[in-house]
């Protein structure tokens, strides 16, 4: 079992940053892929980017690429996502989750643990 809980949410006006965390416990974390999703109001559950266990190779979409980055703090069971020159279509609520194959999924089904989820709010 793995208990997921994210924090850094809120309401960011355009082109400004926020830092999402994920701390995570029930296992040993390093051992884990972690990843990070976002679900908009009326939309499927979307990838953002994903960190391996060891040695943090890391999976973006392409809507982020250059603006997001995913990093791990094993010592502190915990992955971050920092985001920057964040648009209004980044509005959506944030998830992260863990696999336990360690691989580098994009894919929401291959995600055995997730998190409660935290609103990220990007106004114009």
């Known amino acids: 079992q793995v208990q997921l809980v994210e924090s850094g949410g809120g309401l960011v006006q355009a082109g400004g940053s926020l830092r999402l965390s994920c701390a995570a416990s029930?296992?040993?974390?390093?051992?884990?892929?972690m990843g990070w999703f976002r679900q908009a109001p009326g939309k499927e559950r979307e990838f953002v980017a994903a960190i391996r266990g060891n040695y943090g190779i890391v999976s973006y979409a392409d809507p982020v690429k250059g603006r997001f980055t995913i990093s791990r703090d094993n010592a502190k069971n915990t992955v971050y996502l920092q985001m920057n020159n964040l648009k209004p279509e980044d509005t959506a609520v944030y998830y992260c989750a863990a696999d336990l194959q360690n691989g580098l999924a994009s894919r929401v089904a291959v995600y055995d643990y997730w998190g409660q989820g935290t609103q990220v709010t990007v106004s114009s």
């Open positions: 029930g296992r040993t974390f390093s051992t884990l892929s």
